[in-house]
């Protein structure tokens, strides 16, 4: 299996962890000392080492972000494709909010593996999306579910 078969295989299973919210199906896809780097303006950005902490990063971001939202859609929009010996792709993530329009945040993501297992996951979002997400945010946060 190659690296992009292999990383269709790692989304496919983050969208099932992410309707169960069982974190552990996400195990067998990165390496013990794997690590997740937001690169993102804060409040977004962070550092998370190691196979656990990254699947706990995993479940806190969707459980203080995504599920606030009465739907979430990922979109792909480039990719993935394998570059600089790894896989990159560029994303768009939609969520839904009854009263308010639909809030789309824009970013990159770049797996490196070893094996058949990643060792390195980054995303990133630019200091305009970061603003207009906080845009959105200060104008229909209120309308949000409280977070899980």
Not at 7 to 17: C, I, V
Not at 98 to 103: E, L, R, V, W, Y
Request: with cysteine.
């Amino acid at each position: 299996m190659g690296m992009i078969d292999r990383y269709l295989a790692y989304a496919a299973a983050f969208e099932d962890a992410y309707a169960s919210d069982d974190w552990t199906k996400l195990e067998p896809f990165f390496t013990e000392e794997a690590v997740y780097e937001f690169i993102a303006p804060a409040p977004f950005g962070g550092r998370y080492e190691g196979r656990a902490a990254v699947l706990a990063q995993f479940q806190n971001s969707v459980n203080g972000f995504d599920r606030r939202f009465g739907s979430r859609a990922v979109a792909v929009l480039e990719g993935p494709v394998e570059k600089d010996g790894a896989v990159w792709m560029r994303w768009a993530a939609i969520y839904t909010l009854a009263g308010a329009p639909d809030c789309r945040i824009e970013g990159e993501e770049r797996a490196e593996f070893t094996g058949d297992r990643i060792r390195r996951l980054e995303d990133r979002m630019t200091e305009a999306e970061a603003s207009r997400a906080g845009a959105y945010f200060a104008q229909y946060g209120a309308k949000l579910k409280p977070a899980a």
